[in-house]
């Protein structure tokens, strides 16, 4: 029979190495936690949290998201300068809501709903997701407004308003409910919401002098995107009434300030005076 000894002298000289490794890993496990020890000396974290905002989100950036240093260098050109007093911000939403527009939303929602997020690296939020909500609100009012209009392309009729038959002899089935079908095509609805229409609009009301941005050459604001940056803020104050006053009072915007100037018209009963 072998003997056993032999083993048991490998086990016991291969578990030698091991033991200082464990006793090493217990001293590093000491040593570790000391840094996480109480100490009296106050951290940087502490230091922000304490810190009461001296001015509104709106208006500075916040002081944990700012850079100690630029890295890039400064852009070439005239320097693009946001608009900063809250009154000519005040006077386009009167422009576009009417008088006392400026009252309908609070201080903080009126300046995000015209900050997009190329402003300040979007540190001082941006009106995305105001937008997103805002242009489902307009999408749906202007296919409601297109199902009820008269179409331009409709099927060609006689003298008697019948139906002409097609080279193939066919007649299709007509109905007064079904006439304006072709509105709810996405090629319909584009033309009415094309972003250089709704850029115009904006400007009309003076958004292209509030809404807070940072073109790509300040020389050339059309090339850098202006009427998809006024779009989306236009977008984004339909959104912003819609939380805020509810879905009644921004259907009623819609019809009334954005619809209507391009060529729509709404019944006075369904639709009040703001």
């Known amino acids: 029979m072998a003997s056993k000894r032999p083993f048991q002298s490998l086990f016991s000289t291969a578990a030698c190495p091991l033991r200082p490794a464990q006793s090493s890993r217990q001293t590093l496990v000491r040593t570790s936690a000391c840094p996480f020890s109480t100490s009296t000396v106050p951290s940087s974290t502490q230091e922000y949290e304490a810190e009461e905002p001296s001015k509104p989100r709106w208006q500075q950036t916040p002081p944990r998201m700012m850079a100690p240093f630029r890295v890039r260098p400064l852009p070439r050109g005239p320097v693009f300068k946001v608009n900063e007093d809250p009154r000519k911000l005040d006077d386009a939403y009167n422009r576009m809501l009417g008088q006392g527009g400026d009252k309908m939303l609070t201080e903080e929602v009126k300046w995000l709903a015209v900050t997009h997020k190329?402003?300040?690296?979007?540190?001082?939020?941006?009106?995305?997701?105001?937008?997103?909500?805002?242009?489902r609100i307009v999408s749906l009012q202007t296919s409601q407004a297109l199902l009820s209009s008269p179409q331009p392309d409709q099927w060609p009729r006689d003298d008697q308003n019948r139906p002409l038959?097609?080279?193939?002899?066919?007649?299709?089935?007509m109905h007064s409910a079904l006439s304006g079908l072709p509105g709810l095509t996405n090629d319909a609805e584009a033309r009415v919401l094309d972003k250089t229409r709704l850029a115009g609009l904006a400007e009309r009301?003076?958004?292209?002098?509030?809404?807070?941005?940072?073109?790509?050459?300040?020389?050339?604001?059309?090339?850098?995107?202006?009427?998809?940056?006024?779009?989306t803020s236009l977008y984004a104050v339909i959104g912003a009434l819609a939380l805020e006053r509810g879905g009644e009072i921004a259907n009623k915007v819609v019809q009334q300030r954005i619809l209507a100037p391009l060529g729509f018209n709404f019944d006075d009963s369904a639709s009040s005076t703001l």
């Open 118 to 135: 190329s402003f300040d690296h979007g540190r001082r939020g941006f009106n995305d997701r105001l937008a997103f909500l805002g242009k």
């Open 165 to 173: 038959p097609d080279k193939f002899g066919r007649v299709p089935f």
């Open 205 to 231: 009301y003076g958004f292209n002098h509030v809404t807070r941005w940072k073109p790509k050459r300040t020389d050339d604001l059309q090339s850098s995107g202006q009427d998809s940056v006024l779009t």
